[in-house]
């Protein structure tokens, strides 16, 4: 079975400070992998996705990156963080084949705040 | 882009009840899921359903393609099921579009 794990599970930041949030699938090879954000109140969006090693897409700009440095990790991170970062990260996986019919599943979730 | 529009924003339950949620949505779905959302935010998939009829538990969710709505019924609610659900679907790419929720209580 595949499991997903997330860290760390909150953080407080202080603006202007750094950001690395990380993200790993286990049980599963070549995953597409993606990261969401939902301010207090406010939709899920989608940031970035990755569909292999080294390859990411940005979704939405918040002046956030991406990497993903190995098959099963995905990291988010940030040199400055701003106060509109605060919120709830989410990591998800959906297999490589099907497209964009492929089912995405979540881990439990980081949650940043910034003051 | 798509948009996806859910219904109602809140409903509020006696233990037992059955409840309708709904979702609309203004482009062809893909991929259409139903989550719950817990009130510490973490998300549980409930259904992949991109077209017909699907049953799991005491779930059910009906998609109608042509008319692009959704709909998830939850039978005999249960004070656990108080939370937020979720409809979400992609188009033509991986980017799952999420709607707003619908925010269920259950009474006892």
């Known amino acids: 079975a595949q499991t997903i794990h997330q860290w760390p599970v909150a953080e407080i930041k202080a603006v202007g400070s750094p950001l690395s949030l990380g993200c790993t699938i286990k049980?599963?090879?070549?995953?597409?992998l993606y990261w969401y954000w939902q301010a207090t109140g406010g939709t899920l969006q989608q940031l970035f996705y990755?569909?292999?090693?080294?390859?990411v897409e940005s979704v939405v700009q918040l002046n956030l990156s991406a990497s993903r440095p190995k098959d099963d990790q995905f990291i988010l991170s940030t040199e400055k963080l701003l106060l509109s970062h605060s919120g709830f990260y989410l990591c998800?996986?959906?297999?490589?084949?099907?497209?964009?019919?492929?089912?995405?599943?979540f881990g439990p979730g980081t949650r940043l705040t910034v003051l | 882009g798509q948009q996806v529009q859910q219904s109602p924003s809140s409903l509020v339950l006696q233990e037992g009840e059955n409840a309708e949620l709904q979702c609309n949505f203004s482009?062809?779905?893909?991929?259409l899921q139903w989550f719950y959302q817990s009130p510490g935010g973490s998300l549980v998939s409930l259904l992949s359903?991109?077209?017909g009829t699907k049953h799991t538990g005491r779930l059910t969710s009906t998609t109608v393609t042509k008319e692009r709505r959704s709909s998830l019924h939850i039978s005999s609610s249960q004070t656990t099921d108080s939370g937020t659900y979720l409809c979400?679907?992609?188009?033509?790419?991986?980017?799952?579009?999420f709607g707003l929720g619908t925010t269920l209580q259950v009474q006892p």
């Open positions: 998800a996986w959906s297999s490589r084949t099907g497209g964009a019919r492929a089912e995405q599943f």
């Open positions: 049980g599963k090879s070549s995953p597409n």
């Open positions: 990755s569909i292999t090693v080294g390859q």
């Open positions: 482009s062809t779905a893909t991929q």
């Open positions: 359903n991109p077209s």
């Open positions: 979400a679907l992609t188009g033509n790419t991986r980017k799952l579009i």
